[in-house]
């Protein structure tokens, strides 16, 4: 026991009301599914059934393409950017009301830890509705052209990682635009999605114009592949990303891709290094490493590396994992059986090559899926671990000596989505910056997110770009 | 590091070539690192040890032209006792005062087991000549002073005099005839969080037993950044040279939830190691009665008036 031992601070789930089953929001309503299978959602922290939520199949996908199809034609796609802009602005301001809620119900299905909820992925949701909302009517000046129309009726597939903030990334901007939406949350996380059915029903959005359909892999399959669909944005994985761009390789459907990711965090000799410490935990712990931008490959100057790794070391000792209610934890769960099984695989696969694992020392709690942060030393570019997308607390550290070989490392992967560089010098930053084939590149800062900024990937990151004026274009007959 | 640190006789350009040598502060990042740790939820029984363990962290200090011996005794009545209600709370550190007042409270103190500093070098600027400066420590000492919070040459530090800082420092050092030495480098006026860090390797390589933040006469005073990063200084200092330093944030801390956020950065910063009145201080006045108040409630559920503690 320390001396200063934090006693347990869990935020109250009193504010959540869980229904017990939850029915798809077809047409502004919540309808039930046409052939009446269902599956569970748990909470990934204790394994508790959470709520029974309904899995569409593909006469309840097509019923949810029809009402979008319907409000697109009669209602969304009339209607002045003015008025689609006032409805963005009341879902913004609904989400800001309820922003307790859904941290608590976002931390409960996800296993996240609540400060991050809390602090991160509910108040970039609002900002991002707030941000749309501000270009509905202004769309003419977005730089494509005097009169840009939207697309009709778009298909969403989203992931588990950032459940809320990713539907927003998607619905906001294709609102925004004049498009309908249906949009699959992830099997393992529909929760938020559904409740923010429930804000839509509040902020009087038209029935048809918002479609949620839960389920899985099948009842993706059956939105991307409907032909009524006239554009596809994914979010997940890039075998899945694949599969869908082939499916989509035989329609007119347009298509956008946010995949994978094996990012660079570069530490030169000159950085701020206790700065970079924290960027480098961020970079790979934020979100238990759930994250496609993150930093997952540190690569440090050799010149530093002792006293880096000493530094993080002595950091990861003081992460706090456990409950993801709990005020203070910084490390929540894994979020599913499944993707912890991956990232047992791939780390053992990492000691078999001969890389070096350590582990921060924790008690890890004996239900619900969790895994310790997890350093990788002596890792190659050969290796696995160095190559393949982890998805969890699992960093692999490697070394280089100067820029140019920074450069030349952090660009051999198939992946390019981020980047991070950490120096003092400004100059050898926008030299690795116009150097790194990554769609977003940090600069003594990592996994920053802001509405206005856009986000994509280079290579099997896929293509592109959400938030911004740029995130406008997916959405948009350009 | 420690090989160049270890050299026996400095001179401006090999004290500049060190403290430039030093890893560079990102200030974004370590304010946005102290916001986070501000953010801690300290609840029960993790709230009752850090109510204690600050009271029993504070100088207590009066630092105003106007005190009085009366003054100065009624702190020092407080000091000993904070809480006359419960005689379970802890007593403070130390008591801070002026050198002429020393004395005063030393014959309050005595035997008691809270300290006596004094602040003393032409405190707050430090504005006087050398020989001024160590009569001025020289004096505190002899009125019983067991504690000297000199200041640093600001004006020579940022000039990038750091040999005259380190020398005086090295010379009220030895005026202070083995009373603990704090050193307060008013960040205030430093303003630049590099500055910040080179600044409190300087004082701890020149001898210094506490770094402190501020005066209480210049805005800013202690802020959490700040404190930050002289909390890593501090631990890559005792890492590097094998000597722990103490560290004192001094000027606006007022509610016992700011107290708490300085635990909290000490504990996860620095480490437990520091979590003890050897070793971090907090300098404040009005802060004693907020964690008074605050115990009280924890103890027994209920808010009490101002009018239950005592106003010195």
């Known amino acids: ?478 | 590091m420690s090989a160049l640190a270890d050299t026996p006789t400095w001179s401006d350009a090999s004290l500049r070539g060190f403290l430039h040598g030093l890893p560079g502060v990102d200030q974004v990042g370590a304010q946005a690192r102290a916001a986070m740790l501000a953010s801690r939820s300290i609840k029960t029984t993790a709230k009752q040890w850090a109510l204690d363990a600050a009271i029993s962290m504070i100088d207590l200090t009066t630092l105003e032209g106007q005190d009085t011996p009366g003054k100065v005794r009624a702190l020092c009545a407080k000091a000993k006792r904070p809480d006359p209600a419960d005689p379970s709370t802890p007593m403070v550190a130390a008591v801070c005062v002026y050198p002429d007042l020393a004395q005063v409270a030393a014959t309050e103190l005595n035997g008691s087991g809270v300290h006596v500093a004094s602040v003393a070098t032409a405190f707050p600027s430090g504005r006087a000549g050398l020989d001024v400066k160590l009569a001025d420590v020289k004096y505190a000492v002899a009125a019983g002073a067991d504690e000297v919070d000199m200041v640093i040459d600001r004006g020579a530090f940022l000039s990038g005099r750091y040999q005259q800082v380190f020398d005086e420092i090295t010379a009220v050092k030895q005026a202070s005839d083995g009373a603990h030495l704090k050193v307060i480098l008013e960040t205030g006026e430093l303003v630049t969080l590099d500055n910040v860090r080179r600044a409190s390797w300087l004082a701890m390589l020149a001898g210094a037993d506490f770094i402190k933040t501020s005066t209480g006469k210049v805005t800013p005073a202690a802020t959490l950044p700040v404190t930050l990063v002289m909390l890593e200084a501090v631990r890559d200092f005792r890492d590097a040279h094998g000597r722990q330093v103490g560290v004192k944030a001094a000027g606006g801390i007022r509610t016992a939830k700011d107290a708490l956020r300085y635990l909290v950065l000490v504990n996860e910063t620095a480490g437990e190691d520091w979590l003890d009145p050897r070793w971090f201080r907090l300098g404040a006045s009005s802060l004693l009665n907020d964690l008074l108040m605050q115990r009280t409630k924890l103890a027994t559920g209920r808010y009490s008036g101002p009018d239950y503690f005592t106003l010195d």
């Open chain 1, 1 to 478: 026991m320390g001396k200063f031992e934090y006693a347990p601070a869990p935020e109250s789930r009193a504010v959540v009301s869980l229904r017990e089953s939850y029915g798809l929001f077809i047409g502004g309503e919540f309808t039930p599914g046409v052939d009446g299978h269902a599956f569970k959602t748990i909470s990934p922290a204790t394994e508790e059934v959470l709520a029974e939520v309904t899995e569409a199949g593909p006469a309840d996908v097509d019923r949810a393409v029809i009402a979008a199809r319907k409000a697109y034609e009669h209602t969304w796609a009339l209607m002045p950017g003015t008025e689609r802009a006032k409805y963005l602005f009341r879902i913004a301001r609904i989400v800001q009301e309820r922003a307790r809620e859904l941290a608590v119900l976002e931390s409960l299905d996800n296993g996240k830890p609540i400060r991050e909820s809390r602090d991160v992925d509910i108040p970039l949701v609002a900002a991002h509705f707030f941000y749309y909302a501000g270009w509905a009517d202004k769309l003419e000046h977005a730089g494509f052209g005097p009169a840009p129309r939207p697309l009709g009726v778009v298909g969403q597939v989203i992931p588990w990682n950032f459940p809320l903030l990713m539907l927003a990334w998607k619905i906001a901007p294709a609102l925004a635009c004049g498009n309908t939406v249906v949009l699959k949350p992830a099997e393992t996380t529909p929760l938020t999605a559904l409740a923010f059915a429930e804000i839509c029903q509040q902020a009087d959005v038209p029935p048809g114009v918002v479609n949620i359909v839960t389920g899985a892999g099948e009842t993706g399959r059956a939105l991307v592949t409907h032909p009524g669909i006239d554009k596809v944005a994914f979010t997940g994985s890039t075998e899945v990303g694949k599969e869908i761009a082939r499916a989509c390789a035989h329609s007119r459907q347009k298509l956008t891709l946010e995949l994978g990711g094996k990012a660079a965090n570069i530490v030169f000799e000159d950085a701020p290094i206790d700065q970079a410490v924290e960027g480098i935990v961020n970079g790979i712990f934020f979100n238990q490493g759930h994250v496609c931008c993150a930093g997952s490959r540190l690569l440090v100057q050799e010149s530093v590396y002792t006293e880096v790794l000493a530094a993080l070391r002595r950091r990861l000792e003081t992460l706090r994992l456990g409950d993801p209610l709990d005020k203070n934890t910084d490390v929540g769960a894994i979020n599913s059986a499944a993707q912890l099984a991956k990232i047992r695989e791939l780390s053992q696969v990492g000691e078999a090559e001969g890389a070096q694992r350590w582990s921060a020392p924790c008690d890890l709690p004996v239900k619900g899926f969790w895994f310790p942060p997890t350093v990788f030393t002596g890792v190659s570019q050969a290796h696995r671990i160095a190559r393949e997308e982890i998805f969890g607390p699992v960093l692999s550290v490697l070394t280089f000596r100067t820029p140019a070989e920074a450069v030349e490392k952090a660009n051999n992967t198939p992946y390019g989505l981020s980047a991070g560089i950490w120096t003092d010098k400004g100059s050898l930053i926008l030299w690795m910056a116009s150097r790194l084939r990554a769609g977003v590149v940090w600069a003594n800062t990592f996994n920053k997110f802001d509405p206005t900024s856009p986000f994509g990937g280079y290579k099997e990151s896929g293509y592109g770009r959400e938030g911004g004026r740029h995130g406008l274009e997916a959405y948009l007959d350009v």
